[in-house]
């Protein structure tokens, strides 16, 4: 059963740098079938969709975040990484690393990481 | 875009909860519907639509095509007092969800 544990910093000051990976166990990641995703979920709105990658090197990127947006997939060690540049406090949310299944629903999804930017 | 309504729907244990989910425009039946626990993640429930995910209850149940979906819960029991998210995969990137509807009692 596949399980994602995403950690990272919970208290992010504005415009720096947000990092957070994501280590994902069960499963393999060089599994053609599965894109690795970030979601997340800013305090009172909708779920929004970061970014998506196979390890084959196709990636995705919301475009509302792409200009400060990179993902990466470390294959050899399960890894996902999120990298936000330039971070305001709209950028404050759970995320959460998810498994997508090719390009279509996300499933599972990890415990969630909450990020908050502030001073 | 994806529009959820109603925000809020109050209902009673036993009784049934119905939820929409509209498209901005036709995805077909790529439409995937999650339940978000207070402090829990989502988890899938539904997908294309109308496929239930592993070890979900046949009392709850997804339908529609097109750019109108519905999510029905019969028999509402405790564990079915959540957020309910929906996300359209029929048209991406990105993919997108709706801002979900809270069931409570």
């Known amino acids: 059963q596949v399980q994602l544990r995403e950690s990272g910093p919970g208290l992010v000051k504005p415009s720096e740098t947000l990092s957070l990976t994501c280590s994902v166990s069960?499963?393999?990641?060089?599994?053609?079938?599965?894109?690795w995703a970030w979601v997340r979920h800013p305090p009172g709105k909708g779920l929004e969709w970061v970014a998506s990658?196979?390890?084959?090197?196709?990636?995705y990127y919301n475009p509302s975040l792409k200009a400060r947006l990179s993902i990466s997939l470390d294959t050899s060690n399960s890894i996902l990484s999120l990298t936000l540049r330039s971070v305001t406090a709209a950028d404050t949310a759970t995320y959460y690393c998810v498994r997508q299944d090719w390009v279509n629903w996300f499933d599972p999804w990890g415990q969630g990481i909450f990020v908050t930017v502030s001073s | 875009v994806m529009t959820q309504s109603p925000a809020t729907l109050s209902r009673s244990p036993g009784e049934t909860a119905t939820l929409f989910c509209r498209a901005s425009?036709?995805?077909?039946?790529?439409l995937a519907w999650f339940r978000q626990k207070p402090g829990q993640a989502p988890r899938l429930l539904m997908y294309h639509a109308s496929t239930r995910a592993s070890g979900v209850p046949a009392r709850i149940s997804g339908s529609g095509s097109g750019t109108d979906f519905t999510l029905t819960i019969n028999s509402l029991q405790s564990e079915d007092f959540a957020v309910y998210h929906c996300?359209?995969?029929?048209?991406?990137?990105?993919?997108?969800f709706g801002q979900g509807t809270k069931v409570e009692f």
């Open positions: 996300q359209q995969y029929g048209d991406w990137p990105p993919w997108t």
């Open positions: 425009q036709n995805i077909g039946t790529n």
């Open positions: 069960g499963d393999s990641v060089t599994r053609s079938a599965y894109f």
């Open positions: 990658i196979h390890h084959r090197g196709s990636d």
